[in-house]
């Protein structure tokens, strides 16, 4: 059983430009989240995807798009990044059931400049 | 609105001190509560849950009873090591799937031998 994986781990980017972050959910799992986590804050609910489809999303603009493919594994694009957009992005996966465990990646870092 | 509001850091206790983190929440409905646990560099780790009133949680020594009436999910442990030297968050879900995952700020727990 393989764990949740992200790509890349760090990341840096101009403001003003598109950025793409990768997740591979855990095997057997069809939910995956986004998290955006600035520093020394906890985890802000982006969106999440079960089964292709977006099933919920946090306060966050359209510029915050997400896709998740065949496979379960996911994408969250930001386009026209901002300063503030700066953090740890995590992806986590799960099984789907109410209270099941959502098991995270290490994350990705982004910093914009 | 779901939240969670959890003891403030930085905490330091000795070896084998006994350690409480305070975490109380509001939500609509009937929440699962979670602690998961960030070491450096690294991405969550699930510590324990309760996904009903009066549950407990345990793990690896770590203890939360989900108290309804008190609305908490407090975090203890009688012998903390200075292996358990992490950032613990508390977090809830009322949503199925796991959607909108909301969590604390983090408390930042330093162990010294």
């Known amino acids: 059983e393989t764990g949740v994986t992200q790509s890349p781990t760090h990341l840096i980017k101009t403001r003003g430009q598109q950025v793409t972050l990768r997740c591979s959910s855990q095997?057997?799992?069809?939910?995956v989240s986004w998290y955006q986590q600035a520093l020394g804050q906890g985890p802000q609910f982006i969106f999440q995807?079960?089964?292709?489809?977006?099933?919920g999303r946090g306060n966050f603009p359209p510029r915050f798009s997400g896709l998740q493919f065949p496979n379960y594994s996911s994408e969250l694009n930001v386009n026209a990044l901002e300063l503030d957009d700066s953090a740890l992005y995590l992806c986590a996966s799960s099984g789907g059931d109410l209270g099941a465990e959502a098991f995270f990646g290490q994350g990705t870092r982004l910093t914009v400049v | 609105g779901n939240s969670v509001t959890q003891m403030e850091g930085p905490v330091t206790l000795s070896e084998e001190a006994f350690l409480t983190i305070n975490c109380t929440y509001t939500?609509?409905?009937?929440?699962?509560l979670f602690w998961y646990v960030q070491y450096p560099g690294e991405g969550l780790q699930l510590l324990l849950k309760a996904t009903k009133a009066d549950d407990k949680g345990s793990n690896k020594g770590f203890e939360a009873t989900y108290r309804k009436e008190t609305t908490s999910f407090h975090l203890e442990k009688g012998s903390v090591q200075v292996s358990d030297s992490a950032v613990y968050f508390c977090a809830l879900s009322v949503l199925y799937n796991n959607n909108d995952m909301r969590f604390g700020a983090g408390t930042r727990l330093t162990v010294k031998p």
């Open positions: 095997s057997g799992h069809n939910t």
């Open positions: 939500a609509t409905g009937y929440p699962s």
């Open positions: 995807y079960y089964r292709e489809e977006e099933n």
